[in-house]
């Protein structure tokens, strides 16, 4: 089992920058971590990937704008987003992959014009 709980989310103005964290109850060295995100009325979508090998993916339409990282001494892994858009608003899940899936609870990015 493991849990998984995001932080890093909250109100920013259109151009501004977020850091989400996603801190792990086991290790995260032998998992890949992903982050996907929500918009209302749409279908979650993936955001990034850093797998266990240390190699990482950004969505083609993010990439410029939005890294992955991981820190594995601390189990967690980050989601920068910079030149935030309004349409960047959504909730924002962190994902492992571990034998299955498992979820964060989300956390909500909102951003105003």
């Known amino acids: 089992q493991v849990q998984l709980v995001e932080s890093g989310g909250g109100l920013v103005q259109a151009g501004g920058s977020l850091r989400l964290s996603c801190t792990a109850s086991?290790?995260?060295?032998?998992?890949?971590m992903n982050w996907y995100r929500q918009a209302p009325g749409k279908q979650r979508e993936l955001v990034a990937r850093?797998?266990?090998?240390?190699?990482?993916d950004i969505t083609d339409s993010l990439k410029g704008r939005f890294t992955i990282s991981r820190d594995n001494a601390k189990n967690t892994v980050y989601l920068q987003m910079n030149s935030l858009k309004p349409e960047d608003t959504a909730v924002y899940y962190c994902?492992?992959?571990?034998?299955?899936?498992?979820w964060g609870q989300g956390t909500q990015v909102t951003v105003s014009s």
């Open positions: 994902n492992a992959l571990f034998g299955r899936s498992y």
């Open positions: 086991r290790r995260i060295f032998d998992m890949a």
């Open positions: 850093s797998l266990k090998d240390n190699m990482a």
